[in-house]
């Protein structure tokens, strides 16, 4: 009795196989590259994360944001006050045991009326200056003090009515308004000025005034 042989096995065709070979090539090749989208995403966290860090230590981006300082606004000028005379040089010479007017309002040495301050003394270390009784003074550290200054200095911290003159010394005044109103003016700030004092007590003022407003 004769065998038969079986029949070979069904082979696949070629093309099939390359088609399964490709897919396969295709699927890891796209693993690969969303596997690399993902670390480079995590990558970037980190960069932006490391970045807001360092401006901000350690909070967001947005905290990290810095303020600009602002520049304080420039003192405003004095205004209001209209100049009435300008470094007006005066000269006082003091005789022994008679006291010398001055007026602020002229301004002038020796007024028949009108004084806004007396200076009297016999030698240069014993001279006074005596300010009138609704007269205000008060000793100021600029020789270039403004009105604005002027009425600062008098409100804080007016002196007494007598006061010791010493030379590079700057006093602000306040004059009388009863003695404006007479005179029909308005009462001044003046800013007065010891230049100089002279052994014999002479002594060497330059004035400048200012209108006070209302």
Request: hydrophobic residues 40%.
């Amino acid at each position: 009795m004769s065998t038969v042989d079986p029949p070979p096995p069904l082979r696949r065709p070629a093309t099939v196989q390359y088609l399964l070979i490709a897919f396969a090539v295709a699927g890891a090749a796209l693993a690969l590259a969303i596997g690399s989208i993902g670390i480079a995403l995590t990558a970037l966290g980190w960069a932006v994360s490391a970045k807001a860090d360092t401006r901000g230590g350690g909070g967001s981006a947005q905290h990290a944001t810095v303020a600009p300082r602002k520049t304080p606004a420039p003192a405003p000028p004095d205004t209001g006050y209209r100049l009435h005379y300008a470094s007006t040089p005066l000269q006082v010479r003091v005789v022994c045991g008679f006291p010398e007017g001055l007026d602020l309002d002229e301004p002038q040495v020796s007024p028949d009326t009108g004084s806004d301050l007396s200076i009297s003394g016999c030698s240069k270390p014993s001279l006074k200056l005596d300010f009138e009784n609704d007269v205000l003074a008060s000793v100021v550290t600029s020789p270039k003090a403004g009105p604005g200054d002027c009425s600062d200095a008098i409100r804080l911290g007016a002196g007494p009515q007598e006061l010791t003159p010493v030379a590079g010394q700057s006093l602000c005044v306040r004059t009388s308004r009863s003695a404006a109103a007479s005179e029909g003016h308005k009462q001044l700030f003046v800013l007065l000025h010891v230049d100089a004092i002279a052994a014999d007590a002479t002594m060497n003022l330059t004035v400048t005034a200012w209108d006070i407003p209302g």
